[in-house]
């Protein structure tokens, strides 16, 4: 993480939520005094492995 006196364009959040959204997943934030958590959540992918 960085420091928070270092400015930044604040678009890391918004491009990992259009990922995660593209994924079909959802993502979360939740803050307290101490900490933020992120959760994200996928959906189970099931590849389909063939013999070449």
């Known amino acids: ?3 928070t006196d270092k ?3 604040g678009l890391g959040l918004a491009i990992a939520k259009e990922i995660v959204a ?3 997943g959802t993502i979360t934030a939740e803050s ?3 900490y933020t ?7 189970d992918f099931k590849a389909e492995i063939r013999e070449a």
């Open 37 to 43: 958590r992120f959760t994200v959540i996928l959906p």
């Open 7 to 9: 400015g930044g364009a």
């Open 32 to 34: 307290n005094q101490e």
């Open 22 to 24: 593209a994924h079909g």
């Open 1 to 3: 993480s960085r420091p």
